[in-house]
């Protein structure tokens, strides 16, 4: 955490200082605002989360509760989504309250006696190691409040505007702000009344049911749901030895049950398999009772027995798989043409089974891929031309996420007697884990994605995946860390310039890029505003081979160790050494001769190359980067 | 994290149900209270923080500023502290926003060129592991936030009351509020006013100019200050390599300097030498400008330079180390005949230099020590005969701290030719460094501290000083965790039961103790009041030798699975196994018969016992717990 440069920080340094819209932010929901998202979910508030740090622009995020939420029902938390709490800010704080899944229990019909089941399997969560942060489970609501949070204390003080309902939108694209947006008010003295907000975009976050999804014409299309699933969130006592363990649980008598246990060291979640539903069944399954779910969940027990002391909140609901085709009003036939102005994230666009753990993860993903690209548009950085990847990219990783959970939960509906091999279910479990930490998340070449020509150099950082972090040494004060953990979510491109075997000071590649990077017109940091801190746009930070005693941080090129802020004071935090304990050259694959690692700002690695090809490096950064004089021109011309 | 088993809790689990006193806290400070601190600096706001936990004790803490600190000038915070911090929920917060010290340079004259300083030596901070949490600098304030914080989410919902100035206090043993206490306002509408408030016990927190100290008779003694140093908070440019490490600087030009990076990567502060003041100086020297003390600096530094920027704070200071002979109002003569009533604690009993990084640090082990002492007198948990340990065990420590600040800021001072050996102020540094870190207090025998008849059982947990976590895994979710950060703040004593080498469910000596601690009277789990949680004044655990998944929690006693909160559910967070990968019956050399660690809530380790010991537990608690009848009957003489 860096701070103090602009002068003494008394208090939280976590509240960075108010600039931009956040200097006199209306606390009313103005007429006129940059983007508007609809609904406070975890991929609106993320999404809202990443713009709320982008000063000149004026997000506002609308919700139709009238206040935070309360009981939400995601809860599942991957270490994707961990990794990326942490550029907000709050990994460990949420690691703190919540509940760490590290194993999961498997239990079956005794061989010896089907009426009893028995545990027969209880593998690592995450044997691999795919992640240095945990796999959790907590409340849904806990995370909206941390964003809520990280936003509220952002130069441009967001808050959540509750209690407005999107009825909806047309879209002008002719007009400074294309999208008119109707709003209903569903709380206080002018419940009822409209609204219109016109935005320049709109992000629907707004659920399943989306309303802005049928405003841009796009439907849900997938399998009919004909599995039903019990599942509540309880208190109980139980002789059950692994009620605070995950478990899949199949009986002899039938049915199944999902339990996750919870947050706060007695709460669980129970999916209790209902069966097979007829299709003339008429919803009739969902009047099913929590005494009846719990009189299923203890059939399936036995001889085990749960005695439900509390039920925070329960439900009934039917598995379905249902996608849409595109995240975005771009018409198929308006491709290369026309540029988005209104997108869909989360469940909007992608609803599938809870037991996966998987829907709060991916709908995140979905907003953070979205915010950073609306935030550079808007600032001028970028063309409009960025914003079709989002849906380009997130469409394909919501087929992904459906065929994944379609396959999970049709074995965990499986009766005992389905299965051709008796360890299928735990088989998968295990085979499959980098699925549910959230990693197996690829994104294909594309404009922000570069071929991966040069991915011998760097193996372990595949282009396309999330940049794994790994431990470095910064130099300036001998600190062992994580050098993804400072991959904040900031909006700003990384260059990670892993150094050749030559030391600081010394001619050598490192020396050669950096002079580039600092002195020519090619370079991307040349895209820089004037005025701005040299690192504004761009974080470049380099990695040296020697043990960090042997950097000598004086003979470090400028480029990386910037000045920064009014008194124009060193950046030191920019200068790393490999751990001799752990030496990131060998754990990620990084050749000896160097390698220049690009990762953009929602954390996936997009290109790596050879520290001398900077032909490529400025090749790869142009389509993405409007130059100053472009910018001056645009600013000139509005 | 504990919770949900009082009900469902939606928002921040840190925030604990009100009760007690904080149902109807009165926003006025009122005219009665238990205790009443005076001051919140460090020591104070620790033992507000821990008595904040009592629901049944009315606590208030006055401040004369009229608000929150914005400056402080203490910044070291020892591993010790954190741990701590850990404690009070807030550890890794903290950490997160801290300078952390890793490892120290010596720079000295170049042999060459006595005019250069040369780095000399760079030695690790903790080179011997000593403590899992790290060595951090943060501004007091921040340390000061995190108590209100935590106080203001605690059942009693305390916060200090500003603008309250002390005048004076008397003591009438014979009053049931026995002090009387007279303030003066010293903000707002009725500034200059007094005010009269009573109370049981008093702390005096405040200070090095102390008037509670004065008031109960106390003084300071001990050396003349006769070496001034300039002090400041600042940012600079500056070509000095080690501006981000901690350095004791010796210039051949006379003058030395410690400096001290702060946290955000930026601000730093510096102690400069100014010199050995003479007596007849008569504080001219404090009138020393900041100018002078950066061109002073500079000329240490040669040949690098430091271009100052901004000053956040500076001050001048002598050293001087002084100590008062008692911490409370029981004169001398008095010892045994009555117990104290007014305690002083921190900077108000010792004062010393800043450099060794040791004030606050000591100064919240006075105010930790000190804390649940009143709240288990007050709660009639215990005699008031527990109140005279605190003078006992606290000044030692002072005495010990006032001795190694001495010696480290002679040294510190010291002209380089001065030294026998060129290499004794880092060989100082190296073989002192538990004390710095904080761990080198170790209470003697008392009523609270066991003679150390059984150490050999648990070698690693030495009777008297600090309870050193290890790793364990926790057996009913198999999560990886140190089993001291589970001992928060509550108040409660510990009881660690390493088990004999018997598996859960066998007859061994662990379920003979949880037989008797469960169901004999002389149990000290038999003292807990009717109608609690029966772990509600004593948390045991149990750690089994197996690993986790060999222990059956099914099998494990009920004594470490207690029925908790209305619902009676299952605590299950009190059972543990070794970990394979770091065994904490190696590492902290327990027997493999078996030992129980008694720990105080303050963290000490108070009593290592064989597992059948139980006639010996029963004999140390004895004296510090008065029975349910003894209460009762207490209760019906009031």
Chains 1, 2 share one sequence.
């Not at 005695?307 to 995240?327: C, I, K, M, P, Q």
């Amino acid at each position: 955490m860096q701070f103090h440069h602009h002068g003494y920080v008394s208090g939280d340094p976590r509240v960075q200082p108010a600039a931009g819209v956040g200097l006199d932010r209306p606390e009313e929901l103005p007429d006129e605002v940059d983007v508007l998202v609809i609904g406070t979910g975890p991929a609106g508030m993320i999404a809202a989360a990443q713009l709320s740090q982008f000063p000149g622009i004026s997000t506002r995020i609308v919700e139709r509760r009238p206040g935070r939420l309360v009981i939400g029902q995601a809860d599942g938390i991957q270490a994707r989504s961990v990794e990326t709490f942490q550029a907000f800010g709050f990994a460990h704080r949420i690691i703190d309250e919540a509940y760490r899944i590290v194993e999961m229990a498997f239990w079956k019909p005794d061989p010896q006696d089907s009426s009893r089941i028995v545990r027969t399997a209880r593998p690592d969560d995450d044997p691999t190691g795919i992640s240095e942060f945990p796999h959790l489970i907590v409340n849904q609501a806990r995370v909206l409040d941390y964003f809520a949070e990280f936003m509220k204390n952002a130069p441009t003080r967001m808050e959540p505007d509750y209690g407005f309902e999107f009825a909806g939108l047309t879209v002008d694209d002719e007009h400074e702000y294309p999208v008119s947006v109707t709003l209903v008010r569903t709380a206080g003295e002018r419940q009822g009344a409209e609204r219109t907000v016109r935005a320049k975009y709109v992000v629907g976050a707004d659920g399943a049911r989306s309303k802005v999804r049928q405003a841009i014409g796009c439907t849900l299309a997938g399998d009919q749901a004909n599995h039903a699933w019990g599942v509540m969130d309880a208190v109980a006592v139980t002789d059950f030895p692994d009620i605070r363990r995950k478990c899949a649980i199949q009986s002899g008598a039938g049915g199944s049950i999902l339990l996750i246990p919870r947050e706060g060291g007695h709460l669980f979640r129970m999916y209790v398999d209902l069966g097979k539903v007829d299709p003339e069944d008429n919803g009739a399954v969902r009047s099913t009772t929590v005494e009846q779910i719990i009189a299923k969940a203890n059939q399936i027990l036995s001889p085990y027995t749960l005695d439900v002391r509390n039920v925070a909140w329960h439900s009934v609901y039917e598995v379905g798989h249902r996608l849409t085709d595109r995240f975005d009003d771009v018409l198929p036939e308006q491709m290369g043409e026309r540029t988005p102005r209104v997108f869909i994230t989360g469940d909007a666009c992608h609803t599938h089974s809870a037991k996966a753990g998987q829907g709060m993860n991916v709908s995140m993903q979905d907003g953070f891929n979205l915010g950073w690209k609306l935030g550079h548009v808007l600032e001028g950085r970028s063309p409009e031309s960025l914003l079709a990847t989002y849906s380009a990219e997130r469409q394909v990783v919501a087929k992904d996420l459906i065929a994944f959970d379609r396959e999970w939960s049709t074995l965990m509906a499986k009766k005992p007697e389905e299965f051709a091999d008796p360890s299928e279910l735990e088989d998968f479990y295990v085979q499959t884990a980098e699925f549910p930490a959230g990693f197996r998340t690829q994104y294909a070449p594309s404009v922000l994605i570069a071929e991966p020509t040069h991915q011998d150099l760097a193996g372990g950082f595949p282009i396309g995946k999330r940049f794994k972090s790994a431990p470095v040494v910064r130099v300036c004060d001998g600190v062992p860390m994580h050098l993804g953990h400072h991959a904040t979510a900031d909006g700003r491109w990384r260059i990670y310039v892993f150094a050749d075997r030559a030391e600081a000071g010394t001619a050598s590649g490192v020396a050669d890029l950096a002079a580039w990077l600092g002195g020519t017109a090619d370079s991307p940091l040349a895209a820089t505003p004037r005025g701005a801190d040299r690192d504004a746009w761009f974080d470049v930070k380099v990695i040296y081979q020697q043990a960090h005693t042997r950097v000598d941080i004086g003979q470090v090129p400028r480029e990386f160790r910037p000045a920064v802020g009014p008194f124009g004071l060193t950046d030191y935090e920019k200068v790393y050494a490999a751990d001799p304990a752990a030496d990131i050259f060998d754990l990620r694959g990084i050749d000896r001769t160097g390698a220049v690692v690009v990762v953009r700002p929602d954390q996936y690695v997009a290109h790596v190359l050879p520290l001398a090809d900077t032909a490529g490096l400025a090749r790869f950064f142009a389509p993405l980067l409007r130059s100053r004089s472009e910018r001056d021109s645009a600013r000139a011309l509005a």
